[in-house]
């Protein structure tokens, strides 16, 4: 329908002009490819009819105009429906403008809108013969607008076949939108092939819709290959940017320079991309507090920066309104809000003040460790934080230490306070000249830190008090040499009363002297020895000596100090040889050592000249001394010298010709080893273990042993030589066997006797044995039979004493003592060597004692004895034995 009315009139003179200028620019203008547009017979304001590419035509233009008023051309080269618009031809056409100021050129796009209708032929269906000609049958592309408002079905696009000039043609349709989801979106005129949608479509769900087209006659032959038909559907702006966040949340420094980045904000938004739709414009609609402006943000890329100078005790923390709008932030563009909220973190930009530039304060003398003020301090920076923190020092006026000031950590105040005492006598005003500072460096202004720095001057008054003496110099030395008579003056100690500065009216005694080598007059302060002074005896050995002195005032005041001696030493002591006894191994030693000490000081000790003293031609002959450093000399022996122990004297003398002699006890032996050599070297502290008890009680009953078989042989041989019936249970019988019989016989004195066999068999009494090298000896009285008393060695080697015959043996007491005293005696002798035929003395050896309880038994021969014979039995004697092991073992 055509418009009438002033709209129309004012539309034919805009159109007159528009072709006025057309014809102008048709002169200068080059034309560029032509775009044809198929739309709708009625279009609505704001859609966009379809894209052009202008960087193609031409990409440097900063200029685009259309020829239509009712199309508008964007940047991108998007078609938009200035107003409504009714296609009432097939066909509407107009032009776009683009021009290059700075080149000055010109280009045109010629675009032509075409709506057509055509009518539909059926195919004859008496043709019984189809004859086919060369016809086009090509992709028609086409577009949609999404969420359009129809009317629907919406007229998409009309599909054509040459066919149809024969034959009566019927088009169908399938794919996404129509038998695919979406169903049934799109339909199509099986008669016209006019395409239909059938309600509006979201791009953002669905951006393109291919779809295949048939073209076939009414009786089913298909007329053309299928063709594929893509329907694109159009972008409209139909969704607002969103921020990424609501609330942003950002902290920055308030000492930060301008331009520093405080964040960025981001949005998303869900039309087409790259097209102005999406083209996001970032802004900020409001801060709070509202001025001055602080901050500001990139319109593009939406990063917020510092524009103005931040101070956090101003304010510290602002409210920022952000905006995003698509269209490139153009009036019909779509927005949305965020909020961002920016803390200013605290920088440590104020210096802490005094409040006021002089303080006074007053503080008795001779008092130390107490408060004498508070100073207080202002700091405009964030409570708490090493920022405010105060840190205070005393620049001045300290220098003999007497004061200190620290920081209380909950007021920030300075607390001042005296360390060491004042003397009013020597300062009764002092002035101290304070600094302060923070625990945080300094970021505000450089030339404020040198030239502002924040001091204040205390003055310190000192009250005077009644004071007791003073000793001083606190320690005093004297030089005094030692072994000086009794009564030597030393000096005279001297204390003060502060106030007088005189020593008059005080009294002086002694508080402390180790040795009691000094005294001290009363009044006077006079001091003398009491005793010889001896250095050596002094403890430590040649320190300083050290005597404390008590000075009194009238008032019962007092005061301490220190008298030092240093007692300069004399030659008052000879050198002296530190060893009493050497063994030298010939084996292996030529010489052995001998080392001197001087308890003088050292330009009264050594070198020292070593020399043999008053001693025999023979040990003159066999021993020498050569001096081996200031201190030491081998002491070397002749190679004829014999094995033995030798007394040599020995005197050594200092540089002081201080002399003294000493003789050594000195073991030549040969061996390979100190400690298989015996000395002489005294032992002290013997205690004797109950290995070493038991070893005496069996000594004890083996000797008891012996006498007994004496006195029982001396019976015999006064009672025609024979042995008394009950003698075998007056012996003490040790059986050798490893298991002997379980038939034991008890006398009345407590011994056991083991019958063999029967008592018709008599018994044998071991009187000793011993294991050597793995032989066995015994010695056995033999009582009954043909039995015989043997000295049983080896394997069978037996010694006959003579056979006892009716309870009698033929021999008288001379023969049993001489044939019994040199058996013993070997058996002694054997008992006491070692394994290698060495002499032992195992019997007589002490050991030292090396803690309770030890698990290990006696080393001696003794526990050998015990381990092969068994003393156990001793464990069960009858009283006398137990009454004998209790008196031997009481300590």
């Known amino acids: 329908m055509a418009a009438t009315g002033p709209r129309s009139s ?10 006025l200028t057309l014809v102008v620019f048709s002169f200068a203008c080059e034309a560029c490819k032509k775009v044809i547009f198929h739309t709708p017979s009625k279009l609505e304001a704001d859609k966009v009819v ?10 440097s233009a900063d200029r685009i105009q259309s020829s239509d008023p009712d199309f508008r051309v964007l940047e991108d080269g998007s078609v938009y429906t200035a107003h409504a618009v009714v296609l009432s031809d097939e066909k509407r056409s107009f032009t776009i403008w683009l021009s290059d100021s700075k080149k000055q050129t010109q280009k045109e796009i010629p675009v032509l809108l075409e709506h057509q209708k055509k009518v539909l032929r059926k195919r004859h269906t008496k043709e019984t013969v189809l004859r086919r000609s060369k016809r086009r049958w090509a992709p028609i592309p086409t577009s949609m607008m999404e969420n359009s408002s129809g009317p629907f079905p919406l007229l998409l696009q009309r599909v054509q076949s040459d066919a149809e000039q024969n034959y009566t043609i019927v088009y169908s349709i399938s794919g996404p939108g129509v038998d695919q989801e979406p169903l049934n979106l799109f339909t199509m005129d099986g008669k016209s092939g006019n395409l239909y949608c059938t309600k509006p479509v979201d791009r953002e769900e669905y951006d393109v819709f291919d779809l295949i087209v048939r073209a076939s006659t009414a009786d089913g032959y298909s007329a053309e290959l299928p063709l594929p038909l893509s329907i694109r559907v159009e972008d409209d702006n139909d ?15 308030e000492s930060s320079r301008i331009g520093t980045t405080v964040g960025v904000v981001c949005a998303t938004d869900r039309d087409e991309p790259d097209t102005m739709h999406t083209r996001l414009k970032y802004s900020i609609m409001e801060q709070m507090p509202r001025s001055p402006g602080k901050f500001s943000v990139h319109a593009s890329k939406g990063v917020i920066t510092i524009v103005y100078v931040l101070d956090r005790e101003v304010v510290d923390k602002y409210s920022l309104k952000m905006k995003v709008q698509d269209m490139d932030g153009r009036s019909h563009g779509l927005m949305s809000t965020a909020t961002c909220i920016i803390t200013v973190k605290d920088s440590n930009d104020n210096l802490p003040t005094f409040g006021q530039n002089a303080y006074e304060t007053s503080v008795e003398e001779n008092m130390f460790n107490v408060e004498i003020l508070r100073i207080p301090v202002e700091d405009k920076d964030l409570i708490n934080t090493s920022n405010w923190r105060a840190n205070f020092t005393i620049l001045n006026g300290n220098e003999n230490g007497h004061f200190s000031i620290s920081t209380d950590k909950e007021t920030n105040e300075g607390v001042l306070c005296v360390v060491k005492a004042l003397n009013y006598e020597e300062n009764r005003q002092v002035v101290l000249e304070i600094g302060v500072r923070n625990e945080a460096p300094f970021t505000g202004d450089v030339t404020r830190i040198m030239t502002n720095m924040n001091r204040a001057f205390v003055t310190v008054n000192v009250k005077d008090q009644d004071e007791g003496p ?62 010889t002074l001896d250095r050596e005896a002094a403890n430590p050995r040649g320190a300083l000596y050290n005597v404390t002195v008590l000075a009194i005032d009238k008032g019962g005041r007092s005061c301490t100090g220190t008298l030092v001696l240093n007692i300069e030493d004399e030659n008052d002591n000879p050198p002296d040889i530190i060893q009493n006894f050497l063994v030298i191994c010939k084996t292996k030693m030529e010489y052995a050592d001998i080392t001197a000490v001087d308890p003088d000081e050292p330009i009264h000790g050594a070198p020292f000249y070593f020399s043999l003293a008053d001693a025999s031609p023979e040990i003159n002959r066999l021993w020498g001394l050569i001096r081996f450093n200031d201190t030491a000399a081998h002491l070397s022996y002749r190679k004829n010298a014999k094995s033995q122990e030798y007394l040599i004297p020995i005197t050594v003398k200092d540089r002081g010709n201080q002399s003294k002699t000493k003789t050594l006890t000195v073991n030549l032996c ?22 070493a008890i038991l070893a005496i009680l069996l000594g004890i009953a083996l000797l008891f042993s012996i006498l007994l078989t004496v006195v029982c042989g001396f019976v015999s041989a006064r009672n025609k030589k024979s042995f008394p019936e009950d003698l075998a249970q007056q012996n003490l019988i040790i059986s050798n066997t490893e298991a002997p019989g379980d038939n034991k016989v008890h006398s009345a ?7 063999v066999n029967n008592s018709s068999q008599g018994f044998c009494g071991t009187m000793g044995s011993e294991v050597k090298n793995g032989r066995q ?10 039995q015989t008393l043997e000295l049983c060695q080896g394997a069978g080697h037996h010694h006959t004493l003579g056979s006892c015959r009716g309870g009698t043996m033929d021999m008288d007491h001379s023969e049993w003592y001489s044939f019994t005293q040199p058996r013993l005696g070997e058996k002694l002798h054997l008992c006491n060597q070692d394994e290698d035929h060495m002499p032992s003395q195992d019997y007589v050896l002490t050991y030292n004692y090396e803690g309770r309880g030890s698990p290990a038994g006696s ?7 015990q381990e092969e014979d068994g003393l156990d039995f001793l464990n069960n004697l009858e009283a006398k034995f137990t009454a004998l092991a209790e008196t031997c073992t009481k300590k």
């Open 10 to 19: 004012l539309r034919g003179a805009l159109l007159r002009q528009l072709l």
């Open 50 to 59: 379809g894209r052009v590419n202008l960087k193609e035509c031409l990409g």
């Open 239 to 253: 969704n607002r940017p969103i921020f990424t966040e609501a609330i942003y949340n950002f902290e920055v420094p």
């Open 470 to 531: 003073e000793c001083k110099p606190a320690v005093q030395y004297v030089q005094i040499k030692e072994n000086s008579p009794v009564g030597s003056k030393i000096k005279v100690y001297k204390a003060y009363d502060p106030e007088t500065r005189s020593s008059s009216g005080l009294r002086y005694k002694l508080l402390y002297d180790p040795k009691g080598w000094i005294t001290i007059n009363e009044f006077s302060g006079s001091v003398e020895t009491s005793k």
């Open 670 to 691: 040969d061996c390979t080893n100190q400690g298989q050599c015996r000395t002489t070297e005294p032992r002290t502290g013997v205690i004797l273990g109950k290995w």
């Open 749 to 755: 004195s407590g011994f056991t006797t083991d019958t």
């Open 777 to 786: 000896e015994t010695i056995e009285m033999v009582k009954g039979g043909n």
């Open 859 to 865: 080393v001696g021969c003794c526990s050998e004895k």
